[in-house]
């Protein structure tokens, strides 16, 4: 055994492991999409697994009400940059992997830069795989869409109250997402973790049953994956699989027709959108070149209040009960409003239109 992997020991016994599934699991590279519970718990669990490199990509900072369960997170990152707090944990836990934090809006143009499409060519950065962590069906829809055109297996998880469901989707092998859900839900008609809660338990089943999924396909063990669709109900103790063999649609708009709508819709415009239950999101336009000198920024803001600053983002106590987040790329979350004229006149304001 080399020594590299000797801590991987109990790991190297499994069947289809041993030092060559290692060596796989090394020179792999596995995208999650969102650091929330689910994120969370797929991240850790395989960076522990020995996945070489591991991006992680959110938008938002860690909350109190988050650390109920999102594993990765303690008292003293509320207030840091999700994916900064994760990587920052992460590279404690297995020093030889690569952890790439990306604090960043999920958005068509960022997953086709992170997976190497558009600018810099396929293949730039491109994963192995994608990890879902996130928290509705549009970005869903928009990984699913990435998936099927760059063909990179998407590990599909999801958790509300107590439910949870689990599926994986090899494009062009099988069915996609739309295969399985072709529309999505009508806006409203879906609970979501801000009203329905979330069971921590209930994560860490979904999120182990994609982690095992990423590691058969990074341990080219693919043939292992069940081809279900898990569901289950830990209050209720109700739970089914639906078999997907099969399932796959001529008439799918994504791998059928070929028409990638969440991948090529997303317009590149100011975007103001709610974010929880007393947050406004900001996106301008120039967001993701890197626009905002945060060093400037926070010392502009420190004669306003008092101003938190991380490797990403400052952060600052603008007026009474509005706290600005603002990030590299310039994006911003006001929080303590959930009117959007309100959020953009501070965002004008204290940091420039
Ligand atoms: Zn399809």
């Known amino acids: 055994m080399s020594h590299e992997f000797s801590r991987y020991h109990r790991q190297m016994l499994l069947p289809g492991v ?18 929330g519970a689910l994120g969370c718990a797929s991240a850790d669990l395989l960076v522990r697994a020995g996945v070489g490199r591991v991006t992680l990509m959110d938008r938002d900072v860690v909350e109190m009400t988050n650390l109920q ?23 404690r836990v297995n020093s030889q992997a690569e952890i790439v934090p990306m604090v960043a809006d999920v958005s068509a143009r960022s997953v086709a830069r992170l997976l190497g499409l558009g600018e810099g060519g396929v293949g730039a950065t491109r994963g192995d795989v994608i990890v879902d962590g996130c928290d509705n069906f549009e970005t869903r829809y928009l990984l699913n869409d990435v998936s099927v055109k760059v063909d990179v297996p998407y590990v599909y998880g999801g958790v509300v109250g107590t439910r949870g469901m689990q599926a994986t989707f090899l494009p062009r092998a099988g069915p996609c997402l739309r295969c399985v859900f072709p529309e999505l839900p009508p806006v409203g008609s ?22 095992a999924d990423v590691l058969k396909i990074l341990l080219g063990q693919s043939a292992m994956l069940s081809g279900e669709l ?33 991948l090529d819709s997303s317009g590149d415009g100011d975007g103001v959108s709610l974010c929880g239950a007393d947050s406004v999101q900001i996106v301008p336009r120039a967001s993701g070149s890197g626009v905002i000198d ?13 101003v938190t600053r991380s490797r990403f983002m400052v952060r600052a106590a603008v007026a009474e009960g509005i706290e600005l ?4 790329d310039g994006r911003a979350i006001v929080r303590g409003t959930s ?15």
């Open 190 to 211: 879906v609970a979501t973790c801000d009203t329905a809660g979330v069971l921590g338990p209930a994560v860490a089943i979904v999120a182990a049953a994609q982690a």
């Open 230 to 262: 898990l569901e289950f109900d830990l209050w209720t103790s109700n739970r089914r699989s639906l078999d997907l063999r099969g399932m796959r649609a001529d008439d799918c708009v994504c791998c059928g027709l070929w028409r990638f709508e969440f």
């Open 339 to 353: 009117k959007a004229d309100v959020a953009r006149g501070m965002y004008a304001k204290f940091v420039g239109s």
């Open 69 to 91: 369960r999102q594993t990765l997170f303690d008292e003293g990152d509320v207030g840091v940059p999700k994916a900064e707090a994760a990587a920052r944990r992460l590279a």
């Open 294 to 306: 945060l060093d400037a920024l926070a010392a502009r803001l420190g004669a306003i209040g008092r």
């Open 18 to 35: 041993g030092a060559e599934g290692q060596r796989r699991l090394a020179a792999s590279h596995a995208v999650i999409v969102g650091v």
């Open 325 to 328: 987040s603002v990030f590299a």
